[in-house]
């Protein structure tokens, strides 16, 4: 959100792709430069002038640590991020027995 402009659109949406659970994560900004899109995820590189650089490592931590790969794909009209995790967790800890 940081790094778009008041005007643009963000879209969040979640999908099945074969088997994987996708987030993905699109914005009608500027685009990244190829320059930056080289070294995102390194920690310290940022384009904004209070930003410390620490956003997306933590995201690419993450998502490593959850068996995640993130896709970016970026045009000068938009930037498109989607994580498609390897592994679908499984949903048996978040069931509740009913009481008899």
Known sequence: MEATNFSDTIIIRTSLVNGQVVLSVYDTGHGISK?????LGTPFVTTKDTGIGLGLPICYNIAERNKAIIHVKTSKTCTNFDIFFLEVPSTECCSVAAEA
């Open 35 to 39: 320059d930056i899109l080289d070294d």
